[in-house]
């Protein structure tokens, strides 16, 4: 039994000699890290195990001191920082708590060396979290020293991963970073290339699919090997949200603005700078150059917060790629939150009507009488096959691509008017970002409504194919198509038709439009002088 026991003992004791070694030899290397701030390399003997350890008295109190002060050893700094002081933890915590985070912090908050989050653009000194009551200043954004609740989007890392947790599955700054070793760059524990250290604890939906992620044009192999480096500063930075490198639509356009500003830009090949300097845009205007005509509503001119919109609304960068996600959704709106067509939030939008829905459909969001997710609803009299194909079993007009069973998008009709630049309902110098010429005005020549003509045969509907007056309309009276049509739907009536407009006036204070069968019906109203009452058509 004695001798078993003394097995034991010995494996036991070997083990641990072992560990303590190989940790040693761990250490040992700090002697050629910025960390060695002692100026002299002759510190590791022929072992390559540390022989000096004053390099140590840096940071570390040596062990046979008694250690009556924090176990630092620059004396003249401990009067402000007490590593062994208990932090209580409050409910939207930013600063580290743990004892290996704040000693990191002791030098890293600006005082010796460069602190996180650092003010360098603000021209202000370094932030520190260190001095007694310090609080987070104004839009101070850190990252995050716990996993958050109900985020489906971090985990803790794996056990066989090089990263480390503090008790609790807390996070400190020696989870990613070994102070004694820097062979990785950055005092790391682990390669970051391809953001592989990142993704060790956050898991992104089709990350390695997206265009950010893995780019399949070699000209932006930069993109994927800077990852999530290439637009986020990972510590933190004042004045930006989830650890962007500047305000949002900046980070975005610093790429995607068809250039290359200097040798090491990783740049895309669209220009969605200049489009959204045109004047119809989603407003994102309080980051563009250009002055807003005064005629223009505050809806278009995104003058208040509450309207504006930014990048993140419409694209998931963490997601979006050039494939598209079946018919109905492109790939750069893949794993996007939206609205569904009864005003509830979804998580992911499984349409492209879904996303639009968030600004432009039934919910809080949007502006009284911009709902035109309204216009869309299947229970309608009539409306563009957004949500639902139409109910209008025969449309004489449509293109052969077309048909009554077809599905249409909201980009279908907004975009970029020009045809070569970046798509997308970015911006368009046609109002409502159309990407075709459409009169709103009650008189125009065809051509000028040529965004219906898109889906529509112009020669069939000024011929009166499905409605046998539109020649008399459109040739010889010369109205547009919005005089008589709602390009969205129509609640009340078939063909789209929309009855607001101030020269069309009740008869006998009847106002309506009824169809009998497709294309044929009866109607009763005044219009351009005519008074219809109950005319067959």
Known sequence: MRLKHFFMILVVTTGCFAQAGADLENKSKIAFTPHNLVGTRAVVGEDSLLQDFTLCRVCHIPSKMTAVEPLWYRKEFVRVF???????????????????????????????????????????????????????????????????????ETRAPSEDSELRLEENSRISCATCHDPHNNEQGSFLRMSNEGSSLCVECHQMANWELSAHGNPADPRFRDVKNLGCAHCHDIHGVPASTNLLAAEETTVCLSCHDGSKDDMDEVASNADLENVFEKPFIHPISW???????????????GLGAERGVTCSDCHNPHAASDQNNGPFLDGSQVFVSGVDNEGFTKAIVDYEYETCYKCHGMNQSAMFGRNVGQLFAKTNMSFHPIEAPGNNPYVQSLK???????????????????????????????????????????????????????????????????????????????YACSACHNPHGSVEYPGLMDLNAPF??????????????????????????????????
């Open 82 to 152: 007490d590593v062994d002081k208990h932090v209580e933890l409050e409910k939207h915590h930013l600063f580290p708590a743990d004892n290996i985070s704040r000693s990191c912090l002791f030098c890293h908050d600006g005082s010796v060396s460069r602190g996180f989050p650092h003010k360098e653009e603000l021209k202000d000194r370094q932030v520190s979290l260190l001095e007694a009551g310090s609080e987070s200043v104004p839009n101070l954004h850190l990252h995050l020293f716990a996993f958050e609740n109900g985020d489906t």
């Open 287 to 301: 980051n563009s150059s250009r002055e807003m005509p005064e005629s223009m509503d505050a809806w278009s001119r």
């Open 400 to 478: 052969i691509e077309w048909s009554e069973q077809s599905l249409i998008k909201c980009t279908d009709c907004h975009g970029n008017d020009d045809p070569l630049g970046a798509q997308g309902p970015h911006g368009s110098d046609l109002p409502h970002i159309l990407k075709q010429a459409y009169a709103e005005q009650p008189f125009a020549q065809p051509e000028e409504s040529e965004l219906c003509f898109q889906c529509h045969v112009q020669g069939r509907v000024v011929q009166g194919s499905g409605f046998k007056y539109h020649k008399l309309h459109i040739e010889e009276a010369g």
């Open 504 to 537: 069309i006036q009740p008869v006998n204070g009847i106002l309506e439009v009824s169809q009998t069968e497709p294309g044929h019906g009866t109607c009763t109203l005044m219009c351009h002088g005519k008074v219809h009452p109950g005319q067959y058509y």
